[in-house]
């Protein structure tokens, strides 16, 4: 069984995303480390994603950031299968 890796996951979920009505935006914070990988928008919401490599889990600086915007109210989805990607994003309005 091959396993995929992150990059492979984010890019077919955000193909998946971008035919299915969400508008999503990889994010990149210069100088500051463990920003969430992608910001998908649409249907009325911000769905913050960190992806990882399957069974892969976020690192220090990644938990802290997620933790920092759970404490303001985003929920940070970690995603490890281009199948949870999609269904997360189904299941939030992106059914079309």
């Keep these: 069984m091959t396993v995929l890796l992150e990059s492979v996951i984010e890019q077919r979920v955000y193909a998946w995303a971008s035919a299915h009505g969400w508008y999503p935006k990889k994010m990149t ?8 990988d992608h910001y998908f928008h649409g249907f009325g919401r911000i769905v913050v994603v960190e992806f990882k490599r399957p069974g892969e889990r976020p690192r220090g600086s990644q938990s ?5 915007l759970m404490r303001h109210g985003i929920r940070v989805y970690v995603i490890d299968s281009v ?3 999609i269904a997360l994003l189904r299941n939030l309005g992106g059914t079309q």
């Design 29 to 36: 914070t210069p100088g500051r480390r463990g920003t969430a």
């Design 83 to 85: 199948e949870q990607g």
């Design 64 to 68: 802290e950031e997620h933790a920092k």
